[in-house]
């Protein structure tokens, strides 16, 4: 498959002692998450696994499938980039994860309902617990790894001089438009971005996974999901 090809050449790139081949390499693999993040490579075909289903009556159709072309992406990031930060203290990235996720949640879901982006909506669908596995493994770990783990140590290795924020508002940013919906959401992406990547930062990638996932739990659980119809 031409795809896995050539995120093995790009794998081989970084891999190389010259700074030219290695930075050509992450070009290579640049191209390639962003076609993957709007799934134009060719050969994937992501299986459904649920919907569409509507949670809430006012909510917009909700589908979830198996992307493998991103879940590509974070074995990459694995195999060929060893700057993904993790934590060996189990205690610190567990307490930063939840203290992240409650300050961005609340941030978020006040910023959501005063945008019309969401309502309260309680509810304990049949899903939630196939729902809570998919999120963890295929959206959160996956998305800490490509959006904190990958870009985010770039950006840090390459505005070392100028302190963590330039890196984190700049993967936040990242992290909102590859959410792009509406002017509303990629704002809300951003923001909970900018928490992700502060668990990352102060945490590491478990933070990270926890306070996206804990963030998205709350959404699902609590509020609307994944949004008004109105905002569709």
Known sequence: ???????????????????????????????????????????????????????????????????????????????????????????????????????????????????????????WPSIVGFWAIHNLLCVSFVEAVIFFGYCQEVLKRCLVSDGPWPAILIAAGLFGLMHFISWQWVLLTGIAGIGYGMAYHYGKLQAAVLSQFCLNFLQFSLFTYPMLAAQA
Request: with cysteine; aromatic share 14%; glycine share 8%.
């Open 1 to 123: 498959m031409v795809p896995i090809g050539l995120l093995a050449v790009a794998g081989w790139l970084v891999s190389s002692q010259s700074k030219l081949v290695h930075w050509l390499g992450h070009g290579l693999f640049i191209c390639l998450a962003l076609a993957a993040g709007f799934h134009w490579l060719p050969g994937f075909h992501n299986l459904r696994l649920f919907g569409p289903t509507q949670l809430t009556p006012n909510a917009v159709s909700y589908t979830v499938y198996l992307n493998l072309d991103k879940i590509l992406l974070a074995f990459w990031i694995f195999w060929f980039w060893p700057h993904v930060q993790v934590s060996p203290v189990r205690r610190i990235w567990i307490k930063l994860g939840l203290s992240v996720c409650g300050l961005t949640a609340a941030i978020c879901a006040c910023l959501a309902i005063s945008l019309g982006v969401i309502e309260w909506a309680p509810k």
